[in-house]
């Protein structure tokens, strides 16, 4: 295992984080709690893989992503996922929207980014989600991507 550096100060995103739900703490926290951001309690799936009932939530963290002249960032995100399953291949696209970040609370320059996707449409088996983050600020961009699984 190779541990980089990490400057704080640098742009750039989390890993992308899918799971099953995600959702503000109202209790106090320490920096150091696991999948825990500014406030907001992430609870991956480990083993990726998610029940038809339930939703499937995608997380990633923005450190120091550019902003415009009124303090806020300006981040588009597109989604794809893409599935084998037994009757056949299946694809959903959101097209590229503007994304509605979330101030992580008691951080500086670090935003929230996720959705949850209702996965009670999906048919088992094996998927792919790709996550095409846009700063419009800084001119970045940033392609995340993870398998899961859905069963029945």
Avoid: C
Avoid at 93 to 108: R, V
């Amino acid at each position: 295992m190779t541990i980089q550096g990490f400057d704080p100060a640098a742009t750039a995103v989390s890993p992308l984080l899918l799971a099953s739900k995600v959702y503000p703490l109202q209790t106090t926290w320490q920096p150091t709690d696991p999948f825990t951001f500014g406030g907001l309690k992430v609870v991956p799936k480990g083993d990726a893989v998610f029940d038809k009932s339930g939703d499937l939530w995608y997380f990633v963290e923005l450190r120091n992503p550019g902003v415009t002249d009124v303090g806020a960032p300006n981040v588009r995100v597109k989604i794809e996922i893409k599935g084998k399953t037994p009757t056949g291949p299946v694809e959903l696209k959101i097209p590229i929207q503007d994304a509605k970040l979330a101030k992580l609370a008691g951080e500086t320059n670090r935003y929230g980014l996720g959705l949850a996707i209702p996965l009670e449409g999906f048919k088992p088996g094996e998927y792919t989600m790709k996550v095409h983050v846009v700063d419009v600020v800084l001119g970045k961009e940033y392609d995340l991507e993870k398998p899961f699984r859905v069963r029945g």
